[in-house]
């Protein structure tokens, strides 16, 4: 157990959730954008409350634990913790805007239990700390869900098989260049989740399945050429793809640079690109930038690659 009072700097990387095919079911961690968080545990009096959370950003988020995400996940963490007397302080610079669609809440959901549990000196277990930080989840979106959360504990690509009984189960993936574009408009969760259709067509689960099934196959292969191929969506994608503007024309121009594919981010309104080399990644920022500057619309880019190292704590005394 790390001793009281003494800070400790964390490090939680943004996640791109649904990776077209495997919606609410596959993600990755990326190496830029990420959030910096610091915490410390202090002994409790009982008139005390356990979490204490400070803002070192502009979003104006809320800091009452049960609101706030980090918090939310900390309390579920607190309640199968068996000492009573210890208070977490957790200071947040969010460097991932909230409701972008690259895991903002996941980071510091995920960030807040991987901190607190190298404090308590690292007692639970990765898939423990996915079912705490799922608590935050729920806060943000009103629904558990780890699609996020597992690439940003576990880092790498995640394929989450089950929630209800929990089961994770990471995936090798060979180099890959990803470009995200966050165009500045507002897609709220709760209308991308509203307008999916209730039911499937048979031969659409068919397609989805088998681009699935490729998808996984050609991430443990390395074959390129596969992953490109299976990055294809005929159920979620075609219906949500209309709250962001621009999408078909953006997703073609990046193909036609030379990216793999690609498609939203979450639910949007980030859209991410898949690349082999570090070049077309680029080239595939550049045809971003054209396409949104044309319709004048303010957007930021990243160019990074996958994180394998999930939450990551910087230093140990600060
Ligand atoms: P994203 O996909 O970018 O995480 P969400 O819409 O899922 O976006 O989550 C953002 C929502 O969660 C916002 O409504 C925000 O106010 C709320 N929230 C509460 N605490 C946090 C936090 N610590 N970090 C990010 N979002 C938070």
């Not at 790390?2 to 700097?9: L, T, Y």
């Not at 990420?34 to 070192?56: F, G, K």
């Not at 990803?178 to 507002?186: C, K, L």
Request: proline share 5%; net charge negative; hydrophobic share 45%.
């Amino acid at each position: 157990m790390v001793p009281s009072n003494q800070w400790i700097k964390i490090k939680a990387p943004a996640t791109v959730a649904n990776m077209v095919c495997g919606f609410d079911i596959l993600g990755f961690a990326v190496n830029d954008p990420y959030d910096e968080m610091e915490m410390r545990w202090v002994a409790r009096t009982e008139q005390e409350p356990s979490i204490v959370i400070i803002n070192l950003d502009e979003y104006n988020l809320p800091t009452e634990p049960e609101k706030n995400v980090a918090g939310a996940a900390l309390l579920a963490l607190l309640e199968e913790y068996d000492k009573t007397n210890i208070k977490f302080e957790v200071k947040i610079n969010k460097r991932i805007k909230p409701g972008s669609g690259v895991g903002s809440s996941a980071a510091s959901s995920a960030g807040a239990v991987v901190g607190a549990n190298y404090l308590l000196g690292n007692i639970f277990s990765k898939d423990d700390l996915v079912r705490f930080a799922m608590n935050g989840e729920k806060v943000a979106s009103g629904v558990k869900h780890a699609d996020n959360i597992a690439p940003c504990i576990f880092g790498g690509v995640t394929l989450v098989r089950s929630i209800f009984p929990l089961e994770i189960v990471t995936l090798p993936s060979p180099e890959l260049f990803v470009t995200i574009v966050h165009p500045q408009i507002e897609v709220r969760t709760a209308d991308a989740r509203s307008i999916l259709r209730q039911k499937v067509l048979l031969k659409d689960a068919i397609k989805q399945w088998g681009n699935i099934a490729g998808l996984v196959a050609g991430l443990m292969k390395s074959d390129y050429d596969l992953i490109g191929r299976s990055l294809e969506d005929v159920i979620i994608e075609p219906v949500r793809s209309i709250l962001i503007p621009g999408f078909d024309a953006l997703k073609l121009s990046c193909k036609q640079a030379g990216a793999l594919g690609g498609g939203i981010s979450g639910s949007g309104p980030s859209i991410f690109m898949l690349s082999k080399t570090d070049e077309i990644a680029k080239a595939v920022e550049k045809e971003m930038h054209e396409l949104y500057a044309g319709m004048n619309l303010p957007h930021h880019t990243y160019v990074t690659t996958i994180n394998q190292k999930g939450v990551e704590i910087l230093a140990d005394f600060i």
